[in-house]
Structures are given as structure tokens and as C-alpha cells.
């Protein structure tokens, strides 16, 4: 098992940066998958992008690509999600999850791939 705990989200103007980290705490960091989600309100938790376990992969969904860069340091224990030229539409609850059991690359762009969850930071960007 594993704990997830997401900081540095806050209020950023339209086309400003922020970067957050998800900090993990528990089984061995370098055993899972990472993803980044996110949740507007009123809308469906989104992909966002994920990680591999030893960082050889990443994957991005189309409205962030180009923009925000998912990163993971194992010796921390910790998960990045740089976050450069940011939207009003960016505006949302982000979540870190771990993916540990067998996976797929689809698998890691759907919230049911994950086992486990933070709490959330929350991303808002004014326009």
C-alpha cells in the first residue's frame, strides 16, 4: 500500500506556471505506475499524464501536451507535474495515483487503473 499526498497547487493568472508534487509515503515509490488527474466541477475526473515506474515512459493527454511535463524522482519518493502556459480551462482539482498491479498504457489514462489516491490540490487560473 501506499500513501499520496499532493501540494503546491494555488491561483495562477492565464499563461503563468505552477509545478506540483505528490509525495509518497509507504511500499517502495519505484513499484508503481504514476498518473496526474483532474476534476472540474461538475465534470468527470480527467486524464491528465502518467509515468512509469523507472520514468522510461510518459504519456499526456492532448490538452496538455506541450505544456505540462510529468516527472518522478524515486530516491524522494516523489511525483512532479510541471505546469507551464496555463488556461483558464486548466482550473481543477489534481490528483496524484499509483498504479500498482499489472497494467496497460491505456490502463494508465483511466482512473480505474489506479489502486491508490491523494487528496487532491487545487489548480486555479484566472483569466
Known amino acids: 500500500q501506499v500513501q499520496l499526498v499532493e501540494s503546491g497547487g494555488g491561483l495562477v493568472q492565464a499563461g503563468g506556471s505552477l509545478r506540483l508534487s505528490c509525495a509518497a509515503s509507504?511500499?517502495?515509490?519505484?513499484?508503481?505506475?504514476m498518473g496526474w488527474f483532474r476534476q472540474a466541477p461538475g465534470k468527470e475526473r480527467e486524464f491528465v499524464g502518467a509515468?512509469?515506474?523507472?520514468?522510461?515512459?510518459?504519456y499526456y493527454a492532448d490538452s496538455v501536451k506541450g505544456r505540462f511535463t510529468i516527472s518522478r524522482d524515486n530516491a524522494k519518493n516523489t511525483l512532479y507535474l510541471q505546469m507551464h502556459s496555463l488556461k483558464s480551462e486548466d482550473t481543477a482539482d489534481y490528483y496524484c495515483?499509483?498504479?500498482?498491479?499489472?497494467?496497460?498504457?491505456?490502463?494508465?489514462?483511466?482512473?480505474?487503473?489506479?489502486?491508490?489516491w491523494g487528496q487532491g490540490t487545487q489548480v486555479t487560473v484566472s483569466s
Open positions: 495515483a499509483a498504479a500498482g498491479a499489472p497494467h496497460t498504457t491505456v490502463s494508465l489514462t483511466t482512473p480505474q487503473g489506479y489502486e491508490y
Open positions: 509507504g511500499r517502495t515509490f519505484s513499484s508503481y505506475a
Open positions: 509515468i512509469s515506474r523507472l520514468a522510461v515512459s510518459t
